[in-house]
């Protein structure tokens, strides 16, 4: 009796996991933060955090093509005869499509969207303007917003979700900290101050 229970939560922990493979380890390749400071240190604003912010969107929905793996094999497995792995790794990879596919239909979006490169880049126009907030503005992205690191007033009031960057709470408590949050922000913005 342990052994297919323990076959069905590998196949469950490995059809979850998989999908998520993209935004833990392609985004933590040692190149890839060069231009940033270490976590959790804020970022400045600049056209590499636009363009990280794109590439989390892209690892996001690459994760979402990478469960149909887990679901094909999940699948093959309930055929083929090894039935509580393959239980564990389709109920979990149909979960995650089902996670995922909520954005479609108006649910919660993904952590990093086309629409908060936008505000990123419109947030540097305004800095670089005659509307800046002070005289030498430097935009930097903090973890509940955007603020001026000259004159510390608020530009803009985005929660900064996971972009990457190695985290220093250690390997295995990163993981799970990602695992659980799935990038997204760990603080959320209250209603009245949008």
């Not at 933060?33 to 912010?53: A, C, D, G, M």
């Not at 954005?103 to 919660?108: E, Q």
């Not at 001026?148 to 990457?164: K, M, N």
Request: with cysteine.
């Amino acid at each position: 009796m342990i052994e297919p229970i323990s076959y069905f939560i590998g196949g469950f922990l490995i059809g979850h996991l998989m999908p998520r493979v993209p935004f833990m380890v392609l985004s933590r390749r040692p190149g890839f933060n060069k231009r940033f400071p270490e976590h959790p240190h804020p970022i400045p604003l600049s056209p590499h955090l636009t363009q990280r912010v794109l590439h989390m969107r892209r690892f996001h929905r690459l994760g979402t093509w990478t469960t149909l793996l887990p679901l094909l094999i999940g699948y093959m497995c309930l055929v083929g005869g090894q039935a509580p792995i393959g239980y564990g790794m389709f109920l979990a990879s149909g979960w995650t499509i089902l996670s995922r596919a909520q954005s479609l239909l108006g649910g919660p979006t993904l952590p990093c969207t086309l629409e908060m490169a936008q505000t990123l880049q419109l947030v540097m126009n305004r800095c670089d303007s005659d509307d800046s907030c002070c005289s030498s503005p430097l935009p930097e992205w903090r973890i509940e917003d955007i603020r001026c690191a000259s004159c510390s007033e608020r530009l803009e009031t985005i929660p900064r979700p996971d972009l990457g960057r190695n985290r220093k709470d250690g390997f295995f408590r990163g993981w799970l900290r990602l695992w659980i949050s799935e990038g997204r922000p760990m603080v959320m913005v209250e209603p009245s101050e949008k």
